[in-house]
């Protein structure tokens, strides 16, 4: 009977241990992006997601490298955003601001036809900063 209990027991402690641990199972890498290399794009917010797992932003601008034209922004997650001071209300379609990004290690278009980045910093039309808008630094979807 006591060899039942254990069993049990273990069986609690694994199936506990492995619900702790879904998120990470769940999470993906940001290795696609070029941490080494930083992309200023001048440009206008055209879509801003505040959804999880990870906010996104649509900007239609002019790149300092690579192409110009509409490129999507994978961000962190809003709970980690907000302890870097953003808000939900921190873009809107239609607010020119400066990007920073890092791109794509292999340059693709998108299947909507846009370029892909990883968010580092921006700019915003009030001339306010968020992240790091000095060029340098490679962004985290965490």
Same mark, same amino acid.
């Given at each position: 009977?006591?060899?039942?209990? !254990? @069993? /049990?027991?273990?069986?609690? $402690? !694994?199936? !506990?241990?492995? #619900? #702790?641990?879904?998120?990470? +199972?769940a999470h993906?890498?940001?290795?696609?992006?070029?941490?080494?290399k930083?992309? @200023? $794009?001048?440009?206008?917010?055209?879509? !801003? /997601? +505040?959804?999880?797992p990870?906010?996104?932003?649509k900007?239609d601008g002019?790149?300092?490298?690579?192409?110009?034209? $509409? +490129?999507?922004?994978?961000?962190?997650?809003?709970?980690?955003?907000?302890?870097? *001071?953003w =808000? /939900?209300?921190?873009? @809107?379609? *239609?607010? /020119?601001?400066?990007?920073?990004?890092?791109p794509? =290690?292999?340059?693709?278009?998108?299947?909507?036809?846009?370029q *892909?980045?990883?968010?580092?910093?921006?700019? #915003?039309?009030?001339?306010? $900063?968020? %992240?790091?808008?000095? %060029?340098? %630094?490679? *962004?985290?979807?965490?």
């Amino acid at each position: 009977m006591r060899t039942n209990n !254990f @069993k /049990r027991y273990l069986i609690n $402690i !694994f199936a !506990f241990t492995s #619900l #702790l641990s879904f998120p990470v +199972w769940a999470h993906h890498s940001t290795a696609a992006f070029d941490n080494e290399k930083v992309i @200023k $794009i001048e440009g206008t917010i055209t879509q !801003f /997601r +505040w959804t999880n797992p990870h906010a996104s932003i649509k900007l239609d601008g002019n790149a300092s490298t690579g192409p110009d034209g $509409i +490129w999507t922004v994978e961000m962190t997650a809003p709970n980690s955003l907000m302890q870097q *001071g953003w =808000k /939900r209300t921190s873009l @809107k379609v *239609g607010d /020119r601001v400066v990007m920073f990004v890092n791109p794509l =290690k292999n340059a693709i278009t998108l299947n909507d036809g846009s370029q *892909g980045g990883l968010y580092v910093g921006v700019v #915003l039309a009030d001339g306010s $900063i968020l %992240g790091q808008a000095d %060029g340098a %630094g490679a *962004g985290t979807a965490n």
